[in-house]
Structure formats: structure tokens, C-alpha cells
């Protein structure tokens, strides 16, 4: 099967955002946010797979771009953890790049569907 990066790289933010939950309710005992960063930091994936099997290119792109507002979410709960202690500079450095990084290859999917 041809690889596909989005694709890849979702899946495995992914896994990292269920850890990342289960780390917060198990060690840290915080349940409302972390349960809100495990909807948005999962749905990127889901969406981005859906769009993969689109009916169309405008069903491509809606799915596209709920994926890239899902990414930006993610990025808005991940501060919020780091800025309220929930989870270390090291770990928040990490899996804030792997966010951005899906941002930024989203952003250029959708730019590109756009026009």
C-alpha cells in the first residue's frame, strides 16, 4: 500500500494523545481537559482517513479542513496543559511539535485543495 504521510503521522500523534491522556487521568487525576485534548488530538486522524475516502473534492476538503481545526484545537488544549503544569516542558515541547508539524502539512493540503 502507498504510504501516506498524513495519514502516518495523525495515527501516531494519535497513540501519543491517548497516552498522554491516560498519563493525566491515571498520574495527574485531570479529567476535563485531558478528555478534550483526547477528541481533538484523536479526530485529526479519523478525519484526515475519511478524507482519504472522500466522494469528492469538496468532501476532500471539508474533511481535510475539520482535520487541519482539529489540529489547531489540540494546539489550544496542549498550551493550556503545559501553562496550568499538568505536563512537563519536555514532554509539552515534543508532542507540541508533532501538533505543529500536522498543522502546518494540513494547512498546505487544504491551501492546495483551495485553489
Not at 65 to 81: P, R
Amino acid at each position: 500500500m502507498k504510504e501516506n504521510v498524513i495519514l502516518d503521522k495523525s495515527k501516531a500523534f494519535a497513540l501519543r494523545i491517548i497516552r498522554l491522556y491516560q498519563f493525566l487521568c491515571e498520574t495527574k487525576k485531570e479529567y476535563v481537559l485531558s478528555k478534550q485534548v483526547l477528541r481533538s488530538g484523536t479526530s485529526i486522524g479519523a478525519n484526515a482517513k475519511e478524507a482519504a475516502h472522500a466522494q469528492s473534492k469538496a468532501d476532500f476538503y471539508a474533511k481535510m479542513y475539520i482535520a487541519y481545526k482539529e489540529a489547531n484545537e489540540t494546539e489550544y488544549w496542549l498550551e493550556l496543559l503545559a501553562e496550568s503544569g499538568y505536563i512537563e516542558k519536555e514532554a509539552f515541547d515534543s508532542i507540541y511539535a508533532d501538533c505543529k508539524e500536522l498543522i502546518k502539512i494540513l494547512a498546505s493540503i487544504t491551501k492546495t485543495q483551495k485553489k
